[in-house]
């Protein structure tokens, strides 16, 4: 097989290229060569994540309808007021219909971490009243309200109004990071 070459009146297929860059100088240091790669990026770090809390033995009994109403000493009647208004506006909401106790519990631990990160004060959290026949009391109510109680950031914390959920949810003021 014999090398294919460009005839010698066929054009430069890099001239209209060159006219449109312009002249040109070579880099100091005379690399050749390909450039050198780019450093590669440090590895990124992972926000931990906060241990999944055992889900308590022995939970509170709290029947369905009942209302909670808690609050640290110290806060404010005001921002307990506002807690109890109807225009609460919730900054974040978790909905823990559907899961399990184990899995309401991570997840709601999770949730406040991301809340006191992103400096969130006010949340609603939605567990259910826990009114399914055929079984006890509910499970997932007094959990959340017993670890709402425990969690050192939560200042106060009410049963949401009519059109949050009433006693299936519950309002939380948060403490400002």
Do not use: W
């Amino acid at each position: 097989m014999g090398s294919k070459t460009d005839p010698p009146d066929a054009p430069d297929p890099g001239a209209e290229f060159r006219a449109a860059v312009g002249p040109v100088r070579p880099l100091r240091g005379g690399q050749s060569g390909p450039p050198p790669a780019p450093a590669r990026p440090a590895p990124r770090r992972r926000k931990p994540t906060p241990p999944t809390l055992a889900v308590p033995a022995a939970l509170p009994v709290i029947e369905p309808g009942a209302t909670v109403r808690l609050a640290r000493p110290g806060v404010p009647s005001r921002a307990l007021r506002r807690l109890d208004g109807e225009l609460f506006e919730a900054e974040a909401q978790l909905d823990l219909h559907g899961l399990t106790a184990a899995q309401s519990n991570a997840a709601l631990h999770n949730f406040l971490a991301d809340c006191l990160a992103s400096g969130c004060e006010r949340v609603r959290i939605i567990h259910g009243k826990g009114q399914r026949p055929g079984q006890g009391l509910p499970v997932l109510k007094p959990l959340v309200i017993e670890s709402l109680r425990g969690h050192p950031a939560v200042l106060a914390l009410r049963s949401a109004g009519p059109r949050d959920g009433g006693s299936g949810a519950v309002r939380v003021l948060l403490r400002r990071a």
